[in-house]
């Protein structure tokens, strides 16, 4: 559920342009998400080692179908704006009318928009569910960011300029980000010959930066370190940069950094605000690309 949220969120923030995710049908979602996700799914197995290989000839055409399909709806999408000549406020009309420079080919355009569709909900969607277990497990604290939430909340909703000001919804998904970062870590390649923790490494060798020890440090985070607690946060509280680097970090860092936690707060803050959670179970954490609740049941009641 989560997921399909961050989806909706994405396509019509950046794309003015429903995926339908959670439109009932007769025969299930909206093609679109249901292609959306078998990409999604396809390019997370076929990337992992010997799993990759057995992936199978028919997933690989089924693959292909979905992503020429997936390109056909784009530019029916870039079409009809063209032809409207209507203007949104929204990324896709900044690609096609670029304020300096000229405009992006549209099968450049097409790649782009694919590209933050799949890169943007599922990463985003994970961490929501991530948040969601949290708070369902802890009733004091769905409290406080209920009550943060209604504060600001004018006629239903809340406004843009007020998001920014939920401190306790930030640090209720910044904790969440610190346990368990939805990507496990990333890649450097060393430049030249060095030592890395008294281990000698060559030039071009690879090391791996493991998030989910770096962001469990006891010398930066304290003895609490492996405990979720987000009033660490508050206060002013900010690690050194190396300590935290849940959206990866230098040029390769994840471009829609802003727009996740901005959408990840909005969600969650008007999520508890409408809703008592309740959690059925443990947390059971599976990895693919990414890393994401398995099996997770969270229970709905509205307040």
């Not at 009309?93 to 355009?109: H, K, S």
């Not at 946060?233 to 950094?257: E, H, S, T």
Request: with cysteine; net charge negative.
């Amino acid at each position: 559920m989560m997921g399909d949220a961050a989806l909706e969120a994405i396509g019509l923030a950046g794309f003015g342009y429903s995926v339908g995710a959670f439109t009932d049908r007769e025969n299930g979602r909206n093609p679109f998400a249901d292609a959306l996700t078998r990409v999604f799914a396809y390019a997370q197995e076929s990337a992992i080692p010997v799993v990759g290989k057995l992936t199978g000839a028919k997933r690989a055409r089924q693959n292909n179908v979905d992503g020429a399909f997936m390109k056909g709806v784009v530019s029916e999408v870039i079409e009809a704006r063209r032809q409207s000549g209507q203007r949104y406020p929204d990324l896709l009309d900044r690609m096609m009318y670029p304020v300096d420079g000229p405009a992006l080919p549209d099968d450049n355009v097409v790649e782009q928009v694919l590209t933050l569709f799949v890169a943007g909900h599922e990463t985003t969607g994970n961490l929501l569910a991530f948040v969601t277990h949290f708070l369902a497990t802890d009733p004091e604290l769905a409290a406080r960011v209920r009550a943060e939430a209604t504060a600001l909340t004018t006629n239903g909703r809340i406004a843009y300029e007020d998001v920014a000001k939920l401190e306790v919804t930030d640090a209720v998904i910044a904790e969440a980000l610190r346990l368990w970062p939805v990507a496990p870590g990333f890649f450097r390649e060393a430049r030249q010959v060095t030592t890395l923790g008294g281990y000698p490494i060559a030039a071009g060798e690879w090391v791996f930066v493991l998030l989910l020890a770096v962001h469990r440090d006891p010398a930066v985070w304290g003895s609490d370190a492996t405990e979720y607690r987000p009033d660490r946060w508050l206060g002013g509280f900010r690690p050194k940069p190396w300590a935290y680097r849940p959206f990866g970090a230098g040029p390769r860092a994840c471009i829609g950094q802003a727009f996740a936690i901005h959408e990840a707060k909005l969600l969650i803050a008007s999520l508890v605000r409408d809703y008592e959670l309740t959690a059925h179970g443990e947390l059971d954490v599976e990895e693919n690309l990414t890393l994401r609740p398995a099996n997770l049941k969270i229970g709905f009641r509205r307040v």
